[in-house]
């Protein structure tokens, strides 16, 4: 298999063979259903980037525009970052494949991009430190804790900000919702200990505690921030484990149909789930 730059859409498209590395979204899609990796990773079936996909992807590219620039002791202003958006946006859609409803629609996902962002800068503290890392790549390899023994791929994530608390380091994750519900932290954490065990090995500090900043897409735009406790061994154990049983069904070439709550927002449920499943 040829080795191919890893970037976050490389990621996010699957490029890259499967032996080569195991990511959080690679492993969580397999853990939801192994139908649906197939589909994506193996046969490559392409799938759309619905609104609310790309709108997070907008928000994503903002806060990481914000990011780099406070690194380099600079900090915009709303008005100057949101000035940024018609280009970012102009150049995500060439980029993506997504189809807006209207260029009405267009236009007002476009203000609730800004509306989101507004209300995260509005809520941050003036005396946030400059990160230490924005959108970064990292690669580590896996070794079990129990056995001390590597595994055959190295883990893969990209980060989207890691800061210098004044606990110490923490490892944030942005994410956009539609509603404000708290993230039920058990769901979140194949990705969060992923992103714990990147950091120990990109920055050879031992822990660091984890935040979830989510952007709800309400009436009135807001901002929930929850933290989470550095991961202990036994989060590292199941990460290792989930991987182990995640290359056995890859290297076996098993991915079998795997029906449940997932179902709902599955891109392939309808035609290709379908087919393959024999259902009329």
């Keep these: 298999m040829n080795e191919k730059p890893l970037t976050r859409h490389a990621l996010d498209q699957g490029r890259g063979g ?19 990796f197939r589909l994506k990773y193996v046969d490559g079936v392409p799938r759309p980037t619905s609104e609310g996909l790309f709108l997070g992807k907008m928000v994503h590219r903002l806060l990481e525009h914000y990011y780099r620039h406070r690194q380099l002791g600079i900090t915009l202003d709303p008005a100057a970052l949101l000035g940024c958006l018609e280009t970012l946006w102009d150049q995500a859609v060439e980029g993506e494949d997504v189809a807006f409803d209207a260029s009405a629609h267009a236009q007002a996902l476009k203000r609730q991009a800004a509306g989101l962002v507004r209300a995260y800068l509005a809520q941050l503290p003036r005396d946030e430190p400059p990160p230490l890392a924005v959108e970064r790549l990292m ?3 896996l070794v079990d804790p129990v056995t001390g023994r590597a595994l055959e791929v190295p883990l893969v994530g990209i980060v989207d900000l890691v800061s210098e608390a004044r606990e110490g380091p923490l490892i944030v994750d942005f994410k956009t919702a539609a509603r404000s519900t708290a993230p039920l932290e058990i769901s979140h954490e194949i990705q969060l200990t992923s992103y714990a065990w990147l950091f120990q090995h990109e920055f050879a500090r031992p822990e660091a505690a984890l935040e979830i ?4 897409k309400t009436k009135v735009p807001q901002v929930h921030v929850h933290r989470y406790a550095a991961r202990t061994e036994a989060h590292f154990r199941r990460l290792v484990a989930a991987v182990r049983a995640y290359l056995d069904d890859v290297q076996r070439g098993q991915f079998c149909f795997r029906p449940g709550l997932g179902c709902s927002f599955c891109d392939y449920r309808e035609d290709h789930c379908r087919r393959w499943a024999g259902t009329p």
């Design 18 to 36: 499967l032996l080569e590395y195991v990511s959080p979204s690679r492993l969580n899609l397999w853990l939801r259903c192994p139908l649906a």
């Design 139 to 141: 690669e580590a390899p």
């Design 213 to 216: 900043r989510t952007l709800a």
